[in-house]
Nanobody, 123 residues
Framework: QAQLVESGGGLVQAGGSLRLSCVAS????????MAWFRQAPGKGREFVAF????????FYGDSAKGRFTIGRDNAKNTVYLHMHSLKPEDTAVYLC????????????????WGQGTQVTVSS
């Protein structure tokens, strides 16, 4: 069964760091590009970061540039999101997703989604 399972969220003070993980089933990890989105209460899904399976090239949303880093470990079928200098406005549910689309910033182009992990940043 194809699935994505996120972990690593929690409560952190502003300026702190967290590392999120997303374990994907083998059929997803080997066949799709991966990304992280986030969704704050009452808002739509916001693109955070993307990593291509073929060459590990990455792309970030404006809110993540310079503070977040996406990576993948093929041996563990895992995608990571390293988050630094966290701000209260980063508070959201962070979701891992998989796509074969070339338009990687649009949530509707993603075929598989995890359930998400909550990140709360206190001021």
């Amino acid at each position: 069964q194809a699935q994505l399972v996120e972990s690593g969220g929690g409560l952190v003070q502003a300026g702190g760091s967290l590392r999120l993980s997303c374990v994907a089933s083998g059929s997803i990890f080997s066949g799709f590009d991966m990304a992280w989105f986030r969704q704050a209460p009452g808002k739509g899904r916001e693109f955070v970061a993307f990593i291509r399976r073929s060459d590990y090239s990455s792309f970030y949303g404006d809110s993540a540039k310079g503070r977040f880093t996406i990576g993948r470990d093929n041996a563990k079928n895992t995608v990571y999101l390293h988050m630094h200098s966290l701000k209260p406005e980063d508070t959201a549910v962070y979701l891992c997703a998989a796509t074969n689309s070339d338009v990687v910033t649009t949530a509707s182009n993603y075929k598989y989604w995890g359930q998400g992990t909550q990140v709360t940043v206190s001021s």
